[in-house]
């Protein structure tokens, strides 16, 4: 299948960067687009397509992705929806083209909505729409460049085999989840906006492993693989975090004062705070 990138900046790019170490697509099968030339060099010289012209990106396209910004998105569809509707014949097993919007906030009903105008197809021809494309919204996280991402996928209109084809790509990504649009923001606050969280706590725990006496280097490595082996443990494990807490909390000793004097300042609860907070 061929595969076009509308948008090399931070998530396209990323997203871009993952495909490529991953090895789910070819380079020769990826294009992307950009209004900035600069920013496609890099993909260029490893064997991806790249253009400034978005049309010209997913004339070929099986599986076009929008990564732009939300304001953009609308343009866009309306931009290409000709040369997606002109399409050559999708390569099996997809019957139709398939468009994934990365943009958080955008609505379902607004993308079919533009790209029915885009098309020109009456919103009220069900099959007509059909036929046109399956639609999907997707929010993976930063860390899909090292194919670490946790991605939600929600269906918008798509088949059950479409829907199984784009899980099984961006599972070769990291991890991936099939959710509906209502679960959207939730699940960006706690895996895309959680990537940002959790780096805050990295900085953090290395700042005070510089107060104990290491040097800056060695604070963040030292909390980069503690928090590497904690994800490991619970993984291969399955146990809850309470849990692996109590293996590691005698009576009295340093492990549970740690934790006790970080709930007094509110550590759970300003976790829980930032999260909600996330969801206004």
């Given at each position: ?53 978005n049309q010209a990106a997913v004339a070929e396209a ?16 309306t931009e290409i929806g000709n040369s997606i509707k ?195």
């Amino acid at each position: 299948m061929n595969i076009s990138i509308i948008g090399a900046g931070a998530m396209g790019g990323a997203f871009a960067d993952g495909l490529l170490r991953s090895q789910a697509f070819k380079p020769a099968d990826i294009t992307l687009a950009n209004p900035s030339q600069a920013k496609l060099e890099r993909f260029a010289a490893q064997g991806t397509s790249v253009t400034t012209n978005n049309q010209a990106a997913v004339a070929e396209a099986d599986i076009t992705v929008l990564a732009v910004k939300p304001w953009f998105v609308e343009g866009v569809i309306t931009e290409i929806g000709n040369s997606i509707k002109l399409s050559h014949q999708c390569k099996a097993p997809l019957t139709r083209p398939i468009i994934i919007n990365f943009a958080a906030g955008v609505r379902g009903c607004q993308l079919k909505e533009w790209l029915t105008t885009a098309l020109h197809t009456p919103a009220n021809d069900d099959e007509d729409q059909k036929a046109a494309a399956a639609l999907f919204t997707v929010i993976p996280n930063i860390a899909i460049a090292q194919c670490n991402s946790m991605t939600f996928i929600a269906p918008i209109d798509a088949t059950k085999e479409e829907t199984e084809v784009v899980k099984r790509i961006f599972e070769e990504l990291g991890e991936a989840m099939v959710t509906d649009e209502k679960h959207l923001t939730a699940g960006t606050v706690l895996a895309s906006c959680g990537i940002a969280y959790a780096m805050r706590y990295i900085r953090a725990a290395a700042e005070g492993g510089v107060e104990l006496g290491f040097r800056a280097g060695e604070a963040q490595q030292i909390v980069m693989q503690t928090i590497k082996g904690a994800v490991s443990l619970l993984e291969e494990t399955g146990m809850h975090p309470e849990q692996a807490i109590d293996l590691v909390t005698t009576p009295g000793g340093i492990t549970i004062r740690g934790l006790n004097e970080m709930e007094h300042a509110g550590f759970t609860s300003a976790v829980v705070r930032g999260l909600k907070a996330g969801m206004h």
